[in-house]
């Protein structure tokens, strides 16, 4: 597995820090709010992976005890700026979601937001988040995916290459597939626009942690 210090991804989120919460802002309100409903969701010891530059963090219920983690230190320096802002306990570290450095069982939820489109292996990121859940874990997954119109999905692919080149974000990924390959168990999987961005609901498999674990 490539090393996330060289992970090209790291790179262009480093070099694109000090500018992440405007382009953010570009895209960003539809996002943002749906992205704040589903972090009021949260309780007891939750995971964010590609937590970026904080901005999430004041949206927190209190109690939580949050441990927030992305590929890029710079990022991370932002969200420091930012955490007298959460309400409960929080720690913040750089960390690769496709080899996560904690125990089995460790989290009562991990949430992601926009981050699977930039993952090298989604499929192990999702192992790995089924991994360090709990027995009864919930992941909460706010994720864009190639559209399953014919057309636009054409479209995404074609594109895609393109976008990868300027934003290091891949438009057409089947989420939904990667999710089962890794073994987590899809609960709940609701469509937020056009087909294009889904909230998963997912459930930790015990089998498939044994099955990674062996």
Same mark, same amino acid.
């Not at 929080?90 to 930039?118: G, H, I, R, W, Y």
């Given at each position: ?42 309780? &007891? ?84 988040i089924?991994?360090?859940?709990k ?30 080149r ?6 057409n ?9 890794? &073994? ?22 015990e ?8």
């Amino acid at each position: 597995m490539m090393n996330f210090k060289e992970d090209p991804a790291r790179e262009r989120y480093d070099r694109n820090a000090w500018c992440f919460d405007f382009q953010d802002s570009l895209f960003g309100q539809l996002l943002a709010k749906k992205k704040h409903e589903m972090i009021k969701q949260t309780k &007891g010891t939750v995971l964010e992976v590609g937590v970026g530059t904080g901005k999430s963090l004041s949206h927190y219920p209190k109690g939580v005890e949050l441990v927030g983690i992305d590929i890029s230190p710079k990022m991370l320096a932002r969200a420091e700026a930012r955490a007298k802002d959460f309400p409960g306990r929080l720690t913040l570290k750089v960390a690769d979601v496709q080899s996560l450095e904690f125990p089995d069982n460790s989290f009562d939820m991990v949430v992601t937001s926009c981050v699977f489109c930039s993952v090298t292996d989604p499929v192990q990121g999702f192992r790995e988040i089924n991994r360090v859940l709990k027995s009864g874990g919930v992941g909460l997954h706010l994720e864009h995916v190639r559209s399953k119109h014919p057309l636009i999905g054409k479209i995404m692919d074609i594109l895609n290459p393109l976008v990868v080149r300027m934003a290091g974000a891949n438009i057409n990924r089947d989420t939904a597939e990667n999710i089962r390959k890794s &073994g987590l168990r899809i609960l709940e999987e609701k469509d937020l626009l056009s087909d294009i961005l889904k909230l998963f609901k997912t459930g930790k498999n015990e089998n498939a942690s044994k099955s990674v674990r062996g």
